[in-house]
């Protein structure tokens, strides 16, 4: 059972958002604007949730939006299960542009940069956004479900 909702917050100070209920865990999932991020996730930072701890990325259909999801966990002392909230982040395919939050919480470093190298989502304002897994020659998004693999023949009529 969560103790406060942070969009019950967000609509307290009339915050643009998107409930989308919670997870089989209870946790709430909330989407936010891209070009709001930046700014909700100070203020989620303010509010309390001051650790990090997942960001990935997903193409959510062919042709359709990228999603950035980050896990924020609001750390205590003598809390046995602590508050957690999901945030998700929806950008447009032909300019995935989302705000790094790699100034609020370092640990985004590395999963952003996985997240920038697989989906080409690019987080401006980080400050190594660069590929992580593949060469940096490396043509295309990975993960993307319209990616097709460069220079890969397929063979038929191998019987």
């Not at 959510?60 to 002392?77: C, K, N, Q």
């Not at 999901?86 to 032909?94: D, L, Q, T, Y």
């Not at 640990?107 to 400050?127: C, K, T, V, W």
């Not at 993960?143 to 460069?150: E, F, G, M, S």
């Amino acid at each position: 059972m969560q103790q406060d909702r942070l969009s019950d917050w967000l609509v307290k100070h009339e915050l643009v958002h998107r409930s989308l209920g919670f997870d089989c865990q209870g946790i709430e999932i909330v989407q936010i604007k891209t070009e709001d991020w930046d700014s909700i996730a100070v203020i989620s930072y303010v509010y309390g949730y001051n650790y990090l701890r997942s960001q990935c990325a997903y193409d959510v259909a062919p042709g359709g939006f990228l999603a950035s999801v980050y896990h924020l966990t609001r750390i205590e002392y003598d809390i046995d299960k602590p508050e957690e909230v999901c945030i998700k982040v929806f950008a447009p395919r032909n300019n995935p542009r989302i705000p790094s939050v790699f100034w609020i919480w370092r640990s985004a470093d590395f999963q952003e940069r996985e997240s920038y190298d697989m989906l080409g989502i690019l987080y401006y304002n980080h400050p190594r956004l660069k590929r992580i897994l593949m060469p940096e020659s490396w043509v295309g998004w990975p993960l993307r479900k319209d990616y097709i693999i460069p220079d890969f023949y397929e063979i038929q009529d191998a019987h």
